[in-house]
């Protein structure tokens, strides 16, 4: 029986039934990223130690939530003892020597990570083009970009090679790359999931998640990804429910925000054909859409790419050759060891960031730009304060368009305005998921609902009732991988 694009729901009850072993599901696992190695999905494999996992799980039942689950993990979260690359070459040789909380929980709820996902270097990217291990392709088609940053999560669970993934989302890095793989993934809000053992880029806007087939899978995950984490100052000691609970509760009533501000007219028409769609299928299942205002919202791209940098030119400053990361060779002085460790460990994307970073956070600009940015940052949360008192949800198409081909987007500010609807939430902090929600060109297309602070459930159970009376989410590409 394949286990190919199996739901982890599924993947469960055919161990239960005894219709595969967990052995066999593993080593089938592994034979699958082995068929779909021109993805270039995965960094490092973790094969003798989820082979070893699954072997002990068979001879010793166990009845943890996520038992024998094969799990690819982003490289941006530290595992013990397996190598942890965050897409970059000065982490190239970085065996980490403790888990991250998430993955922690994950393992601890019985799944078997196979593997390190690859990833824009950093997570800084809207393509994955920007990895040392080169880029991801999307199973969707050959040359096309995955999306970005967690591209070889995305990649990974699209082509059916595992049910889920875990994700990093700063800007969007898991609801893009949700959306032009044709899966799903969820940003909860801030400081739901521990960033503890996360590879810090912008600490204030980081935040993990699940990304898989379906919202069900996604709140499955969620149940075990969540948890208050005294080793992270800014974890939520909040109630932690059982996120699949009220999955299948109506909606019929709910009111859902239309933003004003955003034009979709700008768009591609099939890719607003797509959009009007969903609403129209929401409205036949009793959702009510009303206009709302979010004034500032134009400002969130800008806003954004101020505060990430800012914040990643300070977190990057430990990879130094001494601290952490790869050292060069025959250093001739300290100086020339700082200088040439990070300019040869460092990509392109990367140095940007830390220059715009840099120069935003210096004496003379800090006022203008950094300061200025995190004013407007509170008035783009105060919009979204408003809104919510009118509307339960607001939903936006995830991405403009489709995924596009590889080397396409040369110029940095495009690629930027790549996050143009995903970086409201998180510099708002409020959680946001991305379901399929149709094709344009036989490429796949989603649909973004934002919910308010803590209200994951909520988000979950209007994203579930979209998937319960559609099958794009069922949809799978015929992999047709060239380059
Ligand atoms: N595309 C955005 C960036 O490059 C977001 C990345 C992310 O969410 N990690 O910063």
Redesign the pocket.
Known sequence: MSIQFKTIKELSLMLEKKDISNHELIEETFNLVEKYDKLNAFITLNKEKALEKAKALDNKSSDLALSGIPIAQKDLFVTKNLRTTCGSNILSNFIPPYSATVIENLESSGCISIGKTNMDEF????SNETSFFGKVNNPWGANLVPG??SGGSAAAVAAGIVPAATG??????IR?PASLCGITGIKPTYGRISRWGMIA?ASSLDQAGPMARTVEDCAILMNQMCSHDSKDTTSLDEAIPDFTKNLDKEIKGKKIGIVKEFDLSKLDKNVVKVFEESKKHYESLGVEFIEVSLPNISLSVPTYYVV?PAECSSNLSRFDGVKYGKRCENPKDLEDLYIRSRSEGFGDEVKRRILIGAYVLSAGFYDAYYKKAQQVRRLIKNDFDDAFKKVDLIMTPTTRGPAFEAGSMSDPIEMYL??LFTVPANLAGLPGISIPSGYVDNKPLGLQLIGNSLQEEQLLNVAHNFQKTTDWHLKTPDMEIKS
């Open positions: 997570a800084m990217g809207s970005g940053s990093t989302d700063t800007g969007g890095s893009q880029f990430a790549e996050d």
